[in-house]
C-alpha cells in the first residue's frame, strides 16, 4: 500500500484537542462522525454534547466544534487512564488506534509530571483532567482510523505557533506557553514560533497529539501537492489572527533535497479505475437542499455512497467476515446481504454497503480483497433522518445505582418516534442484577420517555 503523506498546518494559530477534532471532521466531510465518541462518554458525564458549525474566514472554510460538558468535574490520572481504556473498548478501537491514544495520555501526564516535579500517581489535574480530554485524545485515535491514517502515512507538520502573553488557568495565571507545553516542546526540540497571537494557542493536549503523530518538521511548504484538506478552527477569538489549523492530505514533490512541503491547495483525488462510477442520485434533477423544501428543514440531512457488488462464487464464510471488515472500524454505517439470482441461473448474493463518501476507496478496496470480485458500483444519495440525541438514564437496584445510554429519535414535528436502551449498557446492568433484559428494556424506556417528553 503507498504511504501517504499528511501535512499539519499549525503555523497560523497553533494546536488544541478541538481543532484537531475539527480538521479531521472536515477532512472526512462527517460532521457526525465524533458522535460515537461522545456517546461513549455519557457513562461518565450525562451532560457531555458536541455539535459542529460551518465557519468560512475569507476563501477558507472548515468546521469549528463545540463541546458542552461538566467543567467542574476532574479525573485523577488512574481514573482518566480508566475512562480512556473503557472507551477504547467501548469504541472497539484497533490496537494501533488504542496505542496512539495511550501515547499522547502519557505525554501529557510525562509533561505535567515534569512540569511539577512531581510522580505522575500524585498529580493533581486541572485542565487536563476534564473529559475534554479523553473526547480530544480518543477523538482523533478514531478519526485518523476512519480516515484511513493509521499505518500507512507519514505526518509531516509546519513549525507550530504557541503565542505570547499570559492566561488564566486553574493554577493562576501562566506566561505562554504553560509549563506542560514548554516540557513537551523542550523535550522533543519541536520548532515554534511566537505567532501574531498575543494568547495561548498551543495547548497540552494539541501539543501532545502533535508530537505524537509527527514524523518530520519542516520549514517550507512548497512542494506538497494536496490532495483532500480539512480545516479545523478554535472557539477562541484571536482578533486579526484567523484561529485554525489544516490537516491536508496528499504527496511531497521530490524537487530539492531539503524535503520542504508546498501550500496545500486542493485538487480532485485519483480513483482506482476498476470503480464503475453510477450516475450520482443527486444531479438528477434538483437536489433536496436546491430546493429547500419544508420537509428538508425538519429532518437532519445527509449525503452518503451506496457501494454494491454481485457475488456468485464466495464461500459462507467470506461472505460473513466482510461484515466484521466494513464494520468493525466504523468504515461503514450498515452491510446488507441480498440473496438474488444471476448470470446462468447461479444463486448469488447483492453485497449492499451504505457509508460517507470518504471511505469509499477504502470500502472498494475491502470488497474487491475480501470478495474477489472484479469490481463495485456506487451511487450518491441524499438522506433524511430522525433527529437523534443520547441520554443516560440512572437505574437504582438494591440501592445500587446503574447508568444506561438511550437513544432518543424524534419526528419532523419534535415527537418521539423511538426510544432504544444502549443493548450493551442493558447486558452489563443485567449479568450484574440477574434481571432479564427484556425486563430492565422496557423499564429503561419508560424512564428515558418521562425525562425527555
Known amino acids: ?59 477558507v472554510s472548515g468546521i469549528r466544534l463545540h463541546v458542552q460538558a461538566d467543567r467542574g468535574l476532574r479525573l485523577s490520572p488512574e481514573a482518566i487512564r480508566e475512562v480512556l481504556k473503557g472507551v477504547c473498548e ?22 505535567e509530571s515534569r512540569a511539577h516535579d512531581m510522580p505522575i500517581e500524585q498529580l493533581h489535574l486541572h485542565e487536563t483532567g476534564s473529559l475534554d480530554t479523553v473526547l480530544d485524545i480518543v477523538g482523533t485515535a478514531y478519526l485518523l482510523e476512519r480516515a484511513g ?23 493562576g495565571d501562566l506566561e505562554v506557553p504553560v509549563p506542560a507545553v514548554a516540557e513537551i516542546l523542550v523535550t522533543h526540540d519541536i520548532p515554534f514560533e511566537k505567532g501574531d497571537a498575543k494568547t495561548e494557542v498551543l495547548t497540552p493536549t494539541g501539543a501532545a497529539i502533535l508530537v505524537t503523530l509527527v514524523n518530520e518538521f519542516v520549514d517550507s511548504i512548497e ?24 490537516i491536508a492530505v496528499g504527496r511531497m514533490a521530490h524537487a530539492s533535497p531539503e524535503k520542504t512541503v508546498s501550500e496545500p ?18 444531479t438528477a434533477g434538483p437536489t433536496i437542499a436546491e430546493e429547500e423544501s419544508d420537509v428538508q428543514r425538519a429532518w437532519e440531512t445527509d449525503e452518503v455512497v451506496v457501494i454494491e457488488a454481485n457475488v456468485d462464487d464466495v464461500d459462507g464464510e467470506a461472505i460473513g467476515n466482510i461484515f466484521d471488515a466494513l464494520l468493525s472500524d466504523a468504515l461503514a454505517y ?23 463518501e470518504s471511505q469509499l476507496d477504502r470500502i472498494a478496496e475491502i470488497m474487491v480483497r475480501h470478495l474477489g470480485t472484479l469490481g463495485v458500483r456506487y451511487t450518491k444519495w441524499n438522506r433524511l433522518k430522525a433527529v437523534r440525541e443520547v441520554i443516560v438514564c440512572r437505574l437504582e437496584i438494591d440501592d445500587k445505582e446503574y447508568m444506561v445510554r438511550v437513544k432518543i429519535s424524534r419526528g419532523p414535528d419534535g415527537s418521539i418516534v423511538n ?12 449479568a450484574e442484577t440477574g434481571i432479564p433484559v427484556r425486563e430492565l428494556k422496557p423499564r429503561v424506556a419508560m424512564q428515558a420517555f418521562a425525562v425527555t417528553e
Not at 478501537?93 to 505525554?107: R, Y
Not at 499505518?151 to 492566561?167: E, K, L, W, Y
Not at 426510544?419 to 443485567?430: F, G, H, N, Q, Y
Request: aromatic share 4%; net charge negative.
Open 419 to 430: 426510544i432504544k436502551p444502549e443493548a450493551d449498557d442493558i447486558v452489563r446492568v443485567s
Open 334 to 356: 450498515d452491510v446488507v446481504m441480498i440473496p438474488a439470482y444471476g448470470k446462468k441461473n447461479r444463486p448469488c448474493y447483492v453485497v449492499k454497503v451504505i457509508a460517507a
Open 1 to 59: 500500500m503507498t504511504e501517504k503523506t499528511v501535512l499539519l498546518d499549525v503555523r497560523t494559530a497553533g494546536a488544541s484537542g478541538d481543532m484537531f477534532l475539527s480538521a479531521l471532521l472536515d477532512l472526512l466531510g462527517d460532521p457526525e462522525a465524533l458522535v460515537p465518541v461522545a456517546a461513549s462518554l455519557l457513562i461518565y458525564d450525562p451532560t457531555i454534547r458536541v455539535s459542529t458549525e460551518q465557519v468560512s474566514v475569507g476563501d
Open 265 to 282: 491547495k486542493r485538487v480532485e483525488p485519483e480513483v482506482e479505475p476498476q470503480i464503475e462510477r453510477a450516475p450520482s442520485q443527486s
Open 149 to 171: 491514517l493509521l499505518g500507512n502515512a507519514r505526518f509531516v507538520s509546519t513549525p507550530v505557533a504557541v503565542g505570547s502573553g499570559t492566561i488564566k488557568t486553574e493554577h
Open 90 to 111: 467501548e469504541l472497539e478501537l484497533t490496537s494501533t488506534a488504542t496505542s496512539l491514544a495511550n501515547k499522547i495520555l502519557d505525554e501529557i501526564l510525562q509533561a
Open 223 to 246: 512542494s506538497f501537492e494536496a490532495i483532500e484538506e480539512g480545516v479545523g478552527f478554535g472557539t477562541r477569538d484571536l482578533g486579526n489572527v484567523p484561529n485554525m489549523m489544516r
